[in-house]
């Protein structure tokens, strides 16, 4: 089974600081990549996704994500946070074989302080 | 994106009683429906994959008589936490995708279930 691995509960950074959150998988097989941002009393919204082609994936409100295959990895990345991107971002895996189901990572909080 | 709807937000039910939350696709047939659980400062753990019309699939450790899940339409899946106890309160979230394996899964708003 696939799971999946945030390196940071909780990450504060100051307004025009860059940001670069780390996910990690374990999976061998083909997979779609995922971030999804949860603002406070929000629901999950998709940040952006990899299915396949270009590994550097663009997505809504700045945000970025490498998928680097050799590194099972799919770190997200902002040159410049604002406050308004305080929320938790969690990364989700879906494996080629699982019809559908995501496993997500722990999630991390992310706080911009103006 | 597309939507998806929770009912409700958030309920506070008794011991031992029943608590339904409904998971609606407005705009979209939702051929496949997801119900997560998340626990305080933990991220999501899926709890059971259902496709319209047919039996949910359970995930290891989720008791299936005590989580009731039916997917009896296109736009609509329900989950029926049954003989609720005070362990069960949680967050609740479905997510609901169309047919295709490139389409990604749209999220409800989540279901606070408080059991006192």
């Known amino acids: 089974a696939q799971s999946v691995s945030q390196h940071n509960h909780h990450v504060i950074l100051s307004e025009a600081a860059s940001l670069e959150l780390g996910c990690n998988y374990s999976?061998?097989?083909?997979?779609?990549l995922f971030w999804y941002v949860q603002y406070p009393g929000q629901h999950l919204q998709l940040l952006l996704k990899y299915f396949s082609g270009d590994p550097l994936v663009k997505g809504i409100k700045g945000f970025e994500a490498e998928f680097i295959k050799s590194k099972f990895s799919f770190n997200l990345r902002k040159p410049s946070v604002q406050w308004s991107d305080t929320a938790e971002y969690f990364c989700a895996v879906r494996a080629g074989t699982s019809y559908g189901k995501l496993t997500f990572g722990q999630g991390t909080i992310l706080t911009v302080h103006p | 994106g597309a939507v998806v709807s929770q009912h409700p937000s958030w309920v506070i039910c008794k011991s031992g009683t029943s608590v339904k939350i409904e998971c609606r696709s407005l705009d979209f047939q939702a051929t496949t429906m997801f119900w997560y659980r998340q626990f305080p400062k933990q991220s999501l753990m899926l709890m059971a994959t259902s496709n319209e019309g047919s039996k949910a699939t359970y995930e290891q450790g989720v008791e299936k008589d005590k989580f009731l899940i039916n997917h009896a339409s296109l736009t609509l899946s329900t989950l029926t936490v049954t003989s609720a106890h005070p362990e069960d309160s949680s967050f609740y979230i479905c997510?609901?995708?169309?047919?295709?394996?490139?389409?990604?899964?749209?999220f409800g708003q989540g279901t606070r279930l408080t059991v006192v």
């Open positions: 997510s609901a995708r169309g047919p295709g394996s490139a389409t990604e899964a749209f």
């Open positions: 999976y061998g097989g083909t997979v779609n």
